[in-house]
């Protein structure tokens, strides 16, 4: 349970910096810039969340699959 | 306890890189300014005074902040001790060889050696043409270098403290 949570604010923390970091970057006219921070962040919580899922499905088989 | 100071120091550290840059913005105007003013002092040396290139280069660059003073120094120096045949190769080395310590960048470099090329080697009114040339080219950096300055000190600040929030975050 711990893991978890820590994990959803870790990600909630990343969405807000990169927010951050977006709306300075744009402020200053460098949109190109701020469209690949938000892609990259985007894609570090996609491999979190993958992580993540990778886990609930590896339960869900250890549970329904009887290994 | 050690992830706590590991994070403090990584803040400080990404808290510092954006300072640095964003100083590095705001002593450029200041050192094409100076720079201006050296100049100015230059083409009174030279329509006045008539000074000799090396002592006016020396009396010039004694007046300057830290930077700067050694490019005019170096120059003077190198002019006295005749090892090299022309005033224009004293000045190319000797920007050369300050440039990196300066804040400032290639479109001044090239007004400076532009106007080395005519130093000491033709008649009063062409040298004080070329001194003016180099202050008008100067100008013109120091108004894009205010307006760069304007536009990215702050967004350095932030970027540096932001960038080190981010990595704490997801180091943690």
Redesign the interface.
């Given at each position: 349970m711990n893991i978890e949570v820590?994990a959803i604010f870790?990600i909630a923390?990343?969405g807000i910096?990169?927010a951050?970091?977006h709306t300075?970057?744009k402020?200053?006219?460098k949109e190109d810039m701020a469209h690949w921070v938000t892609v990259i962040?985007f894609v570090?919580v996609l491999f979190m969340v993958v992580r993540l899922l990778n886990d609930l499905f590896r339960e869900i088989r250890a549970i329904f699959l009887f290994q | 306890m050690v992830k706590l100071a590991g994070a403090l120091l990584i803040m400080a550290a990404g808290t510092l890189i954006g300072f640095a840059q964003a100083a590095r913005y705001a002593a450029r105007p200041r050192q094409i300014r100076e720079l201006i003013h050296a100049l100015k002092r230059l083409e009174t040396e030279i329509s006045y005074g008539q000074t000799p290139l090396p002592e006016a280069l020396a009396r010039v660059g004694a007046a300057l902040a830290d930077p700067l003073r050694h490019i005019f120094l170096r120059a003077a120096a190198r002019l006295a001790e005749r090892r090299e045949t022309t005033a224009e190769a004293c000045w190319t080395g000797a920007v050369e060889a300050v440039w990196p310590d300066t804040a400032m960048r290639a479109g001044e470099k090239e007004a400076l050696l532009r106007l080395g090329a005519s130093l000491g080697c033709s008649d009063r009114p062409d040298q004080l043409k070329h001194v003016r040339l180099a202050m008008v080219h100067l100008e013109a950096e120091e108004a894009a270098a205010r307006e760069e300055q304007r536009?990215?000190e702050r967004?350095c600040r932030?970027?540096g403290v932001?960038?080190a929030?981010?990595v704490v975050?997801?180091m943690?």
């Open positions: 820590s870790q923390g990343i910096i990169v951050m970091i300075v970057l402020q200053m006219g962040g570090v | 536009k990215y967004m932030s970027l932001l960038g929030a981010l975050i997801l943690v």
